[in-house]
């Protein structure tokens, strides 16, 4: 595999993984978010939650849930279900409509409210509506009848009930919405953005491996003057250091085993004759010593 495919796979199955991390950290925000919106007081007839005003502005309050449903058996155009509770706050900061309209008509005090505004004019009460319904919570069969401590400063805020009902500090929700939000939308932005990006990248790294060649090989050539000189093989050479192309090798230029074969040596015979064969070739003449 061509060395630049491989990289271009590796570094798209990074982003990847970056972005299967940037879901995992989405994940946890909304996590975050989900365990906001858990009961700060559940099943009680009475209680004390401790309102910490962080910004100065006033708070946002508590919501109040009992179990039941949405029904008006009555016809008196109020769901039955509000008509049962009965909430008195005992105790309760001041309140401020920094930016809390109209804080002040309720001082802190329980009001009902299924859906705020479920009539497009701002109207928060129980009446019988089927668009003033909250669903938050049905699948564990509770229903919201109201809120409290709407604009609160820091103190307690404390309550009685003639049933039981759970509540939940909203003024946390907001808090967790503000800080684990950024952390959602960085993360399942970012995810997402890497695993296409990762993708995408990894299937031109796949494209690569078919249309990238292996890089040529390179031979080492001695010059005139004995400087080595690296020289890349030119195409269709056969092996490293053969500067011959494959078109100019033929048969002929192959080496045989006939070709590597040596003639005999025939030795002249010590007798002064020659053997039979090769005698017409070579001829010893004798040697003789001179007498002084």
């Known amino acids: 595999m061509d060395k630049r495919a491989t990289i271009t796979i590796l570094v798209g199955l990074g982003i990847f993984v970056v972005g299967i991390i940037g879901f995992v950290i989405g994940g946890f925000g909304i996590a975050g978010i989900e365990e906001s919106r858990e009961f700060t007081l559940e099943e009680v007839t009475n209680g004390t939650i401790f309102i910490e005003d962080v910004d100065g502005v006033g708070d946002v309050g508590v919501t109040f849930w009992v179990q039941g449903k949405y029904l008006d058996d009555d016809d008196n155009g109020v769901w039955d279900i509000c008509e049962n509770v009965s ?60 809120r409290a401590c ?112 040596a003639e005999p040596y025939q030795f002249p015979s010590t007798d002064g004759t020659a053997s039979t064969e090769g005698s017409n070739d070579t001829t010893v003449q004798p040697f003789e010593f001179e007498k002084n």
């Open 87 to 146: 909430i008195t706050v005992t105790e309760k900061p001041s309140v401020d409509e920094t930016w809390a309209k109209g804080a002040s008509v309720y001082d802190g005090d329980f009001y009902s409210e299924v859906v705020d505004g479920y009539d497009k004019q701002g109207t928060s009460s129980c009446d019988a509506d089927e668009r003033n319904r909250d669903f938050e919570k049905s699948e564990d069969g509770y229903v919201k009848i109201g």
């Open 150 to 261: 709407y604009g609160c400063t820091t103190g307690d805020f404390s309550f009685e009930s003639n049933v039981n009902v759970s509540v939940i500090h909203d003024d946390v929700f907001v808090e967790a919405l503000s800080e684990d939000g950024a952390m959602i939308a960085i993360g399942f932005l970012g995810g997402f953005g890497g695993l296409c990006c990762g993708i995408i990248i990894m299937f031109i790294g796949v494209i690569l491996i078919f249309t990238l060649n292996e890089d040529a090989p390179v031979e080492m050539m001695v010059g005139a003057d004995g400087m080595y000189m690296m020289n890349s093989m030119p195409p269709n050479t056969v092996g490293v250091g053969v500067n011959q192309n494959i078109s100019q090798v033929t048969t002929s230029s192959v080496v045989t085993e006939d070709m590597t074969k």
